[in-house]
């Protein structure tokens, strides 16, 4: 099994500090691993792009159609920048994620994919 870990720094007015997150979900397949982690990488280049609500508006129109894009939870719109859609398994199912490394003072240092199974490891 995978998860796939978020490296960000988060920053407020009294500092910043460098977080680690596992996305909440273990995917089976290293290849669908690899496609969510392609998408990750896909909506963070179109988040570094924005710089105000005008170039905000014409990328989500730009955007509106790729498979990761989702902008509402619960019929509220949190904002593309927010939720990412990530495929869950081989047959195209999908979930939508909370996105917690965009924002005011947070930047995307690193994802990763990780083994979750013990199976690997040996401790004496």
Excluded at 10 to 32: R, V
Excluded at 35 to 61: P, S, T, V
Aim: aromatic fraction near 12%; hydrophobic fraction near 40%.
């Amino acid at each position: 099994m995978f998860k796939i870990k978020v490296v960000y720094e988060s920053a407020d007015s009294f500092g910043s500090e460098i977080l680690e997150k596992l996305i909440d979900y273990e995917w089976k397949s290293i290849e669908t691993a690899k496609k969510a982690l392609q998408m990750i990488k896909e909506h963070h280049h179109f988040y570094q792009q924005c710089n105000g609500d005008a170039e905000r508006r014409n990328i989500e129109k730009s955007i509106s159609k790729k498979p990761w894009f989702s902008k509402r939870v619960h019929d509220i719109d949190v904002g593309w920048e927010f939720l990412i859609k990530l495929p869950i398994d081989e047959d195209a199912i999908s979930k939508t994620f909370t996105v917690s490394w965009t924002g005011w003072g947070c930047d995307l240092h690193k994802a990763a994919i990780v083994l979750t199974s013990d199976e690997f490891e040996y401790i004496p």
